[in-house]
């Protein structure tokens, strides 16, 4: 065999015979450092698919004989080792100007949420254990009781997602009869979740009232049948309709439900559970006010406005949670004990209401001060300057940012950045220069994500609210990978 070692000349190519066996490769001093790193298996498997690769590169003529020297394969095969061990889920930097940015992660959890949750990782816990009693516990128990306080419901259960509750609610109460909605209501969400799919999924007749701008009560009245085993509303969070509508609200619809001795459903999908009005936020309906207007079941999301983890909430009266939570379907759709720690700590915080805007990432980043934002604006932009001169300029500017997740979509929120343009660049290379700045932000350690607008890139700074040491720190490699 060709010793590589002793044929460095530069354009010659390599033939299959000329890789080292799989055994000289992991001989390498580098690579038994892996393998004391991370063993034997894990090494050998990267390795044999190091080689294979490159005998096919050999086979098709496209491979220099220099790329085979012994040092430069060990240091390949350790890039390929770390780059399959790193995590794929990983933290960001999120400036885009969506506080509760579906794609990343929505809700950020407070400190006395993660701080449980690693509390109850550690060792065994009672999710289904009674202390009390020493028996076998329940674990909607775990926050069935701060549900029904801060709502005021008779119980409580919770499902991994509101999509989950809103299915199972459909399932337990209605499955193979009938469910009045309006059809004004039949709206579909973020990966093509529609009410009719959800119905038919539950195994309930949708049965559609009114039409897409009114719906008045006489149509609900006039569509109740032998059939029917339940009224619907649903919250309109994200769309809305303007111009000569009409709904018939939870108060007068309560009445016509119950007058059939039929259960009254209504889906918030939100799910905010304190007034944002006083906070000068547009305003969002409160389970609690539903279930004063009458409603026999409400389900709502756990994190986003709530600012939980990923969930689905349903609160009631007794008898309509009860056969909720007796469905088989339940258990497959049950919270796991990582969520479930996490949005007990969650809902621990609603009973201290004055403290919320403070411990609540949520609702501390949606009320954040402009002039805060103005402030840490004017401390980034010279450092961030320096580092993308003298290929692109930065600018101060005023922005308009957004709650997010479906959650009051024609709302804005008055925001502060820094606005970055390529330095000399033709109309014709914009594009170019701006993609490439956003790539190497999303090549950083912890990725910086901004947003396209009018041939720039923003970077709304409402969310860097605990982050901004993390930003200065990788302005050099920005710079580097920029040079």
Same mark, same amino acid.
């Given at each position: ?145 701060? /549900?029904? $306080? @801060?709502? *005021? %419901?008779?119980?409580?259960?919770? !499902?991994?997602?509101? =999509?989950? &509750?809103? +299915? ?17 209501? /039949?709206? $579909? @969400?973020? *990966? %093509?979740?529609?009410?009719?799919? !959800?119905?038919?999924? =539950?195994? &309930?007749? +949708? ?277």
């Amino acid at each position: 065999m060709t010793t590589p070692e002793a044929s460095m000349v530069h354009g010659l190519k390599a033939a299959p015979k000329d890789l080292p066996s799989l055994d000289r490769l992991l001989s390498s001093p580098r690579a038994g450092e892996l393998i004391g790193q991370h063993g034997h298996q894990f090494v050998a498997k990267r390795a044999r698919a190091l080689l294979d690769g490159l005998r096919s590169s050999a086979l098709a003529g496209t491979l220099e004989l220099a790329e085979l020297a012994l040092p430069s394969l060990a240091e390949r095969l350790s890039e390929r080792c770390a780059q399959d061990l790193a995590p794929r889920m990983r933290a960001v930097i999120n400036l885009t100007g969506t506080v509760l940015h579906t794609n990343l992660g929505r809700a950020l959890l407070a400190d006395e949420a993660l701080g449980h949750v690693m509390a109850m990782m550690v060792g065994p816990n009672n999710l289904e254990f009674d202390l009390s009693t020493g028996g076998r516990g329940d674990r909607d128990s775990m926050v069935e009781a701060l /549900l029904c $306080e @801060i709502t *005021g %419901a008779e119980a409580a259960t919770v !499902v991994n997602n509101n =999509a989950a &509750a809103v +299915l199972l609610s459909i399932a337990a109460l209605a499955g193979g009869r009938e469910v009045i909605v309006s059809r004004g209501e /039949l709206v $579909e @969400i973020g *990966g %093509a979740f529609r009410m009719p799919d !959800v119905m038919a999924a =539950a195994g &309930a007749r +949708l049965v559609e009232v009114g039409t897409t701008n009114r719906t008045h009560a006489a149509d609900y009245e006039r569509a109740i049948g032998a059939n029917t085993a339940m009224l619907m509303k649903v919250h309109t969070s994200n769309y809305a309709i303007q111009g000569f509508t009409s709904a018939v609200d939870e108060a007068e619809l309560a009445p016509i439900a119950h007058a059939k001795g039929l259960p009254l459903v209504t889906d918030l999908g939100s799910g905010s559970l304190v007034d944002l009005a006083q906070w000068g936020l547009p305003r969002e309906p409160l389970p609690q006010e539903m279930l004063k207007a009458g409603c026999d079941v409400v389900t709502f999301s756990g994190d986003k406005l709530l600012g939980g983890p990923q969930a689905g909430l349903i609160v009631g009266s007794k008898a309509q949670i009860q056969r909720i939570r007796k469905f088989p379907m339940k258990r497959a759709l049950r919270m796991s004990k990582l969520p479930l720690a996490a949005l007990e700590a969650t809902l621990r915080l609603y009973l201290q209401p004055e403290r919320l805007a403070r411990d609540l990432p949520t609702l501390r980043l949606l009320t954040r001060p402009v002039a805060e934002i103005q402030a840490q604006a004017l401390r980034l932009q010279a450092p961030l300057a320096q580092a993308l001169s003298p290929r692109f300029v930065v600018s101060l500017s005023e922005m308009q940012g957004q709650i997010g997740s479906g959650s009051l979509p024609v709302d804005v929120l008055p925001s502060a950045g820094l606005v970055i343009a390529p330095a000399g660049t033709s109309k014709k290379g914009l594009g170019t220069a701006l993609d490439e700045l956003a790539r190497a932000l999303r090549s950083l350690p912890l990725p910086v994500l901004g947003r396209v607008q009018q041939d720039q890139l923003w970077l709304d700074l409402r969310c860097l609210d605990r982050q901004e040491a993390d930003f200065l720190a990788q302005l050099p490699a920005l710079r580097e990978a920029l040079a």
